[in-house]
């Protein structure tokens, strides 16, 4: 059996229309239906005018009527700018790169508003820069880039304000002065800083003095106090010293034997120099040794017209005054005095104390020398006093 050719050609054009058809349905579904990503901005215009702004999500437009003119991205955008000479106002050219940050708020005045608004923010930058910059001199735009980013903030956000976008910062990447400027620069700022290193030497110095002189002055506080309480201690020490020894002898009842060991003591210590001295002993040295030993309440050879005489074992102080001694028998200490007596006396002896002859005003020409005799001593008159030198 032969089929029919003109069936044939007929279901290839049913076929045929139908695909197109399929098609058509496709395409349309395909422009009907948009999705908006995340921050974007779809502008849709509807037979050539503006119709609505599509924000994120799915939305469905009206195939063949409505159509997306632009997107536009709402995240803040960040552009650098090539930098552009500018003139201060003592005539010298710097050259500043700038930074801004900017952020499209309104969509439709990105797109409608201007054509380009990133150029548009690029020559308001540079114009409102060269204002700024113009009325300053160099230094103050070296120092002031916080005023001049506030300043080109301020300008910027008011003119762009129209159209859309929002400028949040403007900074300056870098102001670079003209060559021949930069090394006299570099010159002052290391005399500025050699300014204050010198400045901030001097201030330690200062401070490091200041404190070595407080530190003196403490220790020198410090010495004179422990001085004047060593003295105080020594004075006391002494004080209580002789006292000891004062209520030792008068509770031994001393004789002039012991008093006489008492007035030679010193005798050794002053021979001990090569120096010359003067001596003075009295010319009675028993009358001498009474009245010392009437002194300290021990009757002599002549005491009918004196006072009557302390008990022996008796002492004039109270036991309060003075202090614990350790010689507590009058016995004992009286014995020790009287050997302390007999070894001085012997010294003395020895160095010719006792010789009753002037020591030689030559002491290096040596002690065995012959000496001239000495004249007799006459009896002491009224107005000597009972004394006499011997030199």
């Known amino acids: 059996m032969i089929e029919n050719p003109t069936v044939s050609a007929n279901q290839l054009i049913i076929y045929l229309v139908l695909g ?16 908006v990503p995340q921050a974007q901005a779809f502008i849709v215009e509807r037979l050539g005018r503006y119709s609505r702004t599509l924000h994120a999500g799915l939305h469905l437009l009206i195939p063949f009527v409505d159509r997306v003119r632009a997107g536009v991205d709402l995240r803040e955008q960040v552009v650098s700018f090539p930098p552009q000479p500018v003139i201060t106002s003592d005539n010298l050219v710097v050259s500043i790169d700038t930074v801004i940050y ?37 230094e103050q735009t070296l120092t002031s880039r916080d005023q001049i980013n506030g300043q080109l903030r301020g300008v910027l956000d008011d003119a762009t304000g129209r159209w859309g976008v929002r400028v949040n910062r403007v900074e300056l990447k870098s102001i670079d002065p003209p060559q021949s400027i930069q090394g006299s620069m570099e010159q002052q700022m290391r005399a500025e800083r050699d300014r204050r290193a010198a400045i901030l030497t001097a201030e330690g110095v200062k401070q490091s003095q200041i404190l070595t002189a407080e530190g003196e002055k403490q220790a020198a506080i410090l010495r004179a106090e422990g001085n004047a309480q060593s003295a105080i201690l020594n004075a006391e020490g002494e004080a209580r010293a002789i006292l000891q020894v004062f209520d030792a002898i008068h509770r031994g009842d001393a004789d002039p034997k012991l008093l006489a060991y008492q007035y030679l003591q010193m005798l050794p210590e002053v021979a001990k120099t090569d120096s010359n001295k003067v001596w003075f002993i009295p010319t009675e040295f028993t009358a001498a040794l009474n009245s010392i030993s009437k002194g300290f309440g021990v009757g002599g050879p002549d005491d009918d017209e004196a006072a009557p005489a302390r008990p022996a074992g008796t002492s004039p102080l109270k036991v309060e005054d003075i202090g614990p001694t350790a010689l507590t028998d009058p016995a004992e200490a ?16 020895s160095a010719g104390t006792l010789s009753g002859r002037g020591r030689e005003r030559a002491p290096k020409a040596g002690q065995d020398a012959a000496a001239p005799p000495v004249p007799a001593a006459e009896p002491p008159t009224p107005e000597a006093g009972g004394e006499h030198p011997l030199i």
């Open 20 to 35: 197109l058809i399929a098609l058509f349905v496709i395409i349309t579904l395909i422009r009907a239906v948009r999705i």
């Open 102 to 138: 900017f952020q499209v708020t309104e969509p439709k005045s990105a797109v409608y508003e201007i054509a380009n608004y990133i150029q548009g923010i690029e020559q308001l930058t540079v114009t409102t820069l060269r204002n700024v910059v113009g009325s300053m001199d160099l």
């Open 334 to 349: 009286l014995a020790a005095a009287k050997r302390d007596s007999e070894a001085a006396t012997k010294d003395a002896t």
